[in-house]
């Protein structure tokens, strides 16, 4: 399956400040890739849908002008959070879906993010 | 909320015992998968069961699938220490196959 890699690990920044966060997929060309969010010890909820080449789909709730993604290639997108709040300190997780595995999508080993 | 339910939340027992998860969805779907994730990890697909399936096996995995009842379940046989992890349930609904709703998830620890 496709391998998928996130960048940072882990940020801790101040409030205020924009983080933004890289996800590729290293061996699989991904014309889509989603976006989702994990608080501690909850389940995962998707943000976004991230297209090549196109503006992503955001899910009811998610304010695209707070999480800005850019999908520039078929091996990176990113998520930038702007103005981050300590409400905004989070997992986010992206993955990758392969097309030629059906369903199955392939996950990112996520991005902690802590905001102060 | 769309959002699948999974219970039990968690769940302890002794390596070597069985370990039964359940998931109930809302929607018509074109399939479910479970995936595992380690704690503060990235999650791995374990296993995909397709609406017209009713139960599939992998290694120690067998997951059934009651679309009637709109529930499935995960079992796990003769568990190790090793399958501690956050288990979670995600459908992909019939219309836009693209979109995964996650279940609630079940923390599972196994004792050695």
């Known amino acids: 399956g496709a391998v998928v890699s996130q960048h940072p690990s882990w940020v801790i920044c101040k409030s205020g400040t924009s983080v933004k966060i890289e996800c590729r997929s290293l061996?699989?060309?991904?014309?889509?890739m989603f976006w989702y969010r994990q608080f501690p010890k909850q389940s995962l909820m998707l943000m976004a849908t991230?297209?090549?080449?196109?503006?992503?789909?955001?899910e009811q709730g998610v304010e695209k002008d707070k999480f800005l993604i850019n999908h520039a290639s078929l091996t990176l997108s990113t998520l930038t959070v702007t103005s981050a709040h300590p409400e905004d300190s989070s997992f986010y997780i992206c993955?990758?879906?392969?097309?030629?595995?059906?369903?199955?999508?392939?996950f990112g080993p996520g991005t902690r993010l802590t905001v102060l | 909320s769309q959002q699948g339910e999974e219970d039990p939340q968690a769940l302890s027992i002794q390596e070597g015992e069985n370990a039964t998860m359940n998931c109930s969805y809302k929607?018509?779907?074109?399939?479910l998968q479970w995936y595992r994730q380690n704690s503060g990890r990235g999650l791995v697909h374990l296993i995909l069961i397709r609406s017209n399936e009713r139960e599939k096996h992998s290694g120690r995995l067998r997951v059934t699938l009651d679309t009637s009842k709109k529930s499935s379940s995960l079992l796990i046989t003769a568990s190790r220490a090793a399958d501690t992890a956050s288990y979670f349930c995600a459908t992909a609904i019939s219309y836009n196959t693209d979109k995964l709703i996650f279940g609630t998830g079940t923390r599972l620890q196994v004792f050695p």
């Open positions: 061996d699989f060309q991904a014309t889509t």
């Open positions: 929607t018509s779907i074109n399939n």
């Open positions: 993955s990758v879906k392969d097309w030629s595995s059906y369903n199955e999508q392939f």
């Open positions: 991230s297209n090549e080449g196109s503006k992503a789909t955001y």
